[in-house]
Each structure stands twice: as structure tokens, then as C-alpha cells.
């Protein structure tokens, strides 16, 4: 075994030492758990050169040198993580830096593995003992100082941070750490690399440099607490946070207290806890919360309550603590509340009111909308029968007229004169002859069909529009409407017998508003109003009381 193999294997059984060291001297946390794994990547380095030097494979030793160069590579961003996670510097966490550091290291490592044509590294005599390294070396190289010039940054920049004076010594270590294995990382490469042709090859440089910054990293570990850190920022976080935060073993005893507490209670770590102190009694529903606190320890629950001393509305949340479904403690929060007790009433206030006024919108949209409804009626409808009038009946056949272009439908139209109405006005008086049409349109109406549509034409004549039927359907039911109203016997006011009226009707039976539309629709309607009006003026000239159709 040579003096070169016999170095690097004294550094690797050193840093062995201290990795058995640092596991049998600490609580091992998760963060001790990463640390010993990077730890164990330190060793690779060493124990690779001394591998290198005595297996007598060449295909040993190439991947002895590969595996060493990958390992300097994550060894690096593994010092630039844990420098972040020492000083402090969290805001260097992020990923997109992270990937900068992380992916050019990568890829290095990848051309090491692969050594295309050569371009890492190439035997000499046969053998990597001795070697001839190539561009991706010096590519690996570059990377790994700029490594140690990023970790030198992140270093500088906590050294000027708020938190100088608390992580100096810590960040000092750590420096001496970086420092030293870049030098002897520099010193192997100018001396075994640069110098090669001139020097003999000076073992174990950059082993010793992974050395001496293990010894920083153990010294900052054990001695400073470094990774108490987290003990620290996890202290900070909660003593900023807004509400009081108490922390209760299984005993009641007060683990863990934070600043924002101290208006609420004086508690200090180590005291007995009693919720019964800190809940006032005129406090609404206090006696469940306690029941809940005391009876059942592993349930959540949270209070709500006017302190009377102080004035202020205080919201309290307890919630245990498990490990392994296992209670261990409890953690509640005191949490003031008043402002925002203030703004829910003052919220609650405004809503009341706004719902007022909109309740009272509604009544008047409400109102509005009723008017508008019955001011759509009068427009619509005759005022004295409460039936439709000829300007509404006039626009519902418009739009049949303009339906009837792509759908042929068989429609009629029947014009209606009570007979001898002058006669009734004379003989009774005009409320009676109100009353005669109001009977008449009553008993029409109640003959008709839903979908049928009654009109005041005007004085005593009605006209009726009934689509959808051809002209046997309109005149059956033309005979029904003459039939019900003869037979109709109305009871009028201040007159001692029932008065009868017939009726007279000229029927137009349309088959199809398409065939006849050369005309606008205004024009067509007059058309067909003139037409069925001179059928009307045909019944009541052949008699009377009867029906008298003519074809559209």
C-alpha cells in the first residue's frame, strides 16, 4: 500500500470517526438525519482515492474516478443548502435558484459518467492511477468554485443581516469551512494537475480540505447548536404572530409560551394551567366549554367571551396535541377579538339596515309592478266587460299573419251584434243595456275556448278570433255561442222579468293567412274585418239571430 492511499484512507477513517461521532452525541432529528447523509457523501471522496490506488482493474479504477467527481459535485450544492439552512439566509431557497445550482452540477456529473471520447478523463500507461483529465474536468472544476464563491456570498450576506450577532460564530465556522477545502481543492489541482509534469503527485489535498470542513460543520453542530436554528425561527414565528399561543403537557403544565399571551394571562413555563381562572363566570356558555375542556381532553373546542375587566372580546381555541393518536398536551390560542367583534356588529348593522331598504325596494317594485300590470290590462282590455278590445285583438292577428309565413294554419274570425240593443236601451236605460253586454260577454266567454279570443268591437258588437280551427269547427261553435245565448235569462237590477238577447254573427273562416299576403299585414286585417263585417250585415238583413259564413 502506498503513502498516497494510506493518506486518503487515514481522511476517510477520520471523517468516519466523526460520523460516528456526531450519531452517538446528538438527538438525531430529521435535520441530523440529512446532515449524516451528506456527511457520508464526504467520505466517498476519500475512500474513491484510495480505491483508485489499489484495485489494479482498470475499469475499477475509472469508476472510482467517476464516482468521486459526481460525489464533489452534489457535495457542493449539499454545503450551499446547508450554509442557507445555518446563516439564516432563507430567501436563497427558491427554486429557481436552487435549479441554477442543482442542474448545472447535473449535467457535469452526466459527462463524467459518460466520458464522451474521452473528454473527461483518459488512462495513462493503461491505467487511471495516473490519468489525463479533459475539457469536462475543468468544466466540473469551474462549477465547484462556483459553488464555493455562492456559499462565500450567501456567508457574506448573513454576516451583514439583523441576525449577525446571534449566527456569527456559526457563519465564522462555516467560512473556515468553505475556505479551507476550496484551498486545498485549488492547491490539489494546481500542484497534481497543473504541475503534473513537473512535480511529483502530493496526496490527499483535497481529502484533508473535506477534513477540516467536516470538523467546522461537527464544532458548529455540537457547540454552537446550530440546528437548534429551527428551535430559534420556530420561537421568532410565534412571537410574532398576533394571538397568544400556550402550550400544555398532559399535566396542564406550560410548556411553551409567546409574547402576544402576556395581556391575558402571566403565565411562565413551567406554571399549572386552570382554564376555570381564565374564563370569567358570567361568560355565555362557559359551563359547556368547561364541561368539554375537562371531560373530554381530546376534542377540540373554542369560546367566545366578553372579559369584564378588561372590556375586550376574547376568542379561545384549545386543540390537543397527539403523537401516534397518543394526547400529550394541548396547544390554545387567546386570540383578541374586539375590533373585529366591532366590525361583524357593525357589519350586522349596515346588513339590517340594507335589508330594510331593500325589503321596502321590493314592496315598491312589487307595487310597481302590479300598476304596471293592471295599466298593461286597461290598455289591453274593454273597460266595461273586462274582455279584450280591438286594438289587442288587432295586434295578436298581426303577429298570426307573420307566423303564417312558414306555418299554413287554419283560423276563423266571427263578428258579433246583439240584436235590437237600441230597443233594450230605450225600453230599460242604458245601465241596463251595460248590464245586457256585460251578461252577453259572460256567457261567451264561458262557451269559448281557452285559446279563443274575445274582443269589444265596439257599442254592442264583440268579434272572436279562434285559431286553429277550420270552418265546420267554427261554425259548431258559432251555433253553441247563438244557442247559450238565447237561451241566456239575465236578472237585471230595478227591472221585475229576465231579459233575453239574440245574437247575430258573421262567420270568416280563413284556411290559410299565407295565400293572401300581398298586402301588409295593417292592410290584410282591414281586408278581412271589412269581409266578415258585410257577412254581419247579411245576417242581420236575413232576419236576425242567425249565423251567416263567407269564405276568406
Known sequence: MSLGSCVDLIMCFILFLLFIYIFASVTVTRLHKVYLAFHFSMMLWPYCQFAIKTVDNPVYQLFYVKLAFVDAAMLTTGWIFFIILISGQTQFLKRKLLMLLFIPAS??????????????????????????????????????????????????????????????????????????????????????????????????????GIVISAIFFLITIRQDKVFDIVTIAHQDIIDTMEYGILVLDDQERVVEINQALHPFSVLKTGDRFDMRVILPDSADQAELFLHKYLKQPDESAEIEFLHPDSGLYISIQVAPIKVSAVRVGRIITFQNITELRRLINETNHQNTILQERNESLIKIQEELFQTNRKLMKMAITDSLTGCYNRHYLTQQLEKEVNRSRDYALPSALILIDIDFFKAVNDRYGHLAGDAVICGTVEVLQQTLRQDDILARYGGEEFIIYLPGTDEAQALAIAEQLRSNIESNKMSIDNIDHPVSVTISMGLLSVRDFKARQPKEASAYLSDLFKTVDQALYAAKHQGRNRIVPVKG
Open 107 to 208: 449535467i457535469s456529473s452526466l459527462g463524467v459518467v459518460l466520458n464522451p471520447n474521452g473528454w473527461f478523463v483518459l488512462p495513462v500507461n493503461g491505467g487511471y492511477v495516473e490519468r489525463i483529465y479533459g475539457p469536462i474536468f475543468w468544466i466540473n472544476i469551474s462549477i465547484l468554485i462556483i459553488h464555493a464563491i455562492v456559499s462565500l456570498y450567501i456567508l457574506y450576506v448573513a454576516l451583514i443581516s439583523d441576525q449577525a450577532d446571534r449566527i456569527k460564530n456559526q457563519v465564522m465556522y462555516m467560512l473556515k469551512g468553505i475556505l479551507a477545502v476550496t484551498v486545498f481543492l485549488l492547491l490539489d489541482i494546481f500542484l497534481n494537475v497543473v504541475l503534473d509534469d513537473y512535480l511529483p503527485v502530493i496526496p490527499g489535498f483535497t481529502s484533508l
